[in-house]
């Protein structure tokens, strides 16, 4: 029968992507296998992968570690799967784009007695990994490393991060301290790949954002 052994784009093509198992549409964005490769097995051992480890926790390196896909390949996929995520799945974590968008992840330390530093961690979509509280300090100032900083952010995979932190006194004036650390955290998120987006200081209901004075 016409058609019963249409390639995978080519039955995409006629048939719709509904037509399609989950290994052919696997096969449709692998397109060839390489040397030694058949490319119905590399999607196969793709599919297994995908199942085990799970769409939302793949990474670029699962998909490398598949014989017979390489870094242009994998790229390939998964930029696909991740575009997927992005626009296509539920979004349960908060969009973090702006400076009011942070502030609303702060309502726990912005009428604290001592000074609290957060850190926000964002995907490449700068959505909501986690909030961690990194120094709790006096009422006038904590100290913060760069270290406490990245180490959770290098946990969480992050592609950006913003920090924050309060002024129990009310008060929003940014102090000398406030721009050193921040250019800290900036310096060494530049060596490690992971961008500084903002960092906020709240007091009360009111926010000032560092990045917006170009600090």
Do not use: C
């Not at 896909?69 to 702006?98: C, H, M, S």
């Not at 609303?104 to 007695?113: A, P, R, S, T």
């Not at 004036?173 to 530049?190: H, L, M």
Request: no cysteine; hydrophobic share 40%.
């Amino acid at each position: 029968m016409a058609g019963m052994n249409d390639l995978p784009r080519e039955k995409l093509s006629k048939k719709g992507a509904a037509a399609l198992s989950d290994e052919e549409l696997l096969q449709a964005v692998i397109g060839s296998g390489g040397k030694n490769n058949d490319y119905k097995q590399i999607a196969k051992k793709l599919n297994a992968t995908i199942q085990k480890i799970g769409a939302d926790n793949l990474t670029i390196d699962d998909v490398k570690s598949i014989k017979g896909i390489g870094d242009a390949k994998a790229t390939i996929v998964f930029a696909a799967l991740e575009f997927w995520r992005r626009k296509y799945t539920k979004q349960t974590a908060p969009l973090i784009d702006n400076p009011k968008s942070v502030a609303e992840q702060l309502d726990h330390i912005k009428d604290k007695k001592q000074e609290h530093f957060v850190l926000l961690t964002l995907d490449g979509a700068r959505r909501l990994i986690n909030t961690r509280t990194i120094t709790i300090g006096t009422l006038m100032s904590s100290l913060v490393h760069p270290r406490e900083v990245f180490s959770p952010a290098i946990e969480d995979r992050a592609a950006s991060i913003v920090v924050a932190h309060n002024h129990p006194s009310g008060m929003l004036d940014i102090s000398q301290q406030d721009k050193e650390v921040t250019q800290r955290i900036r310096q060494a998120g530049e060596l490690l790949g992971i961008q500084l987006d903002d960092h906020i200081i709240v007091a009360g209901e009111e926010y000032v954002s560092l990045t917006q004075y170009g600090i």
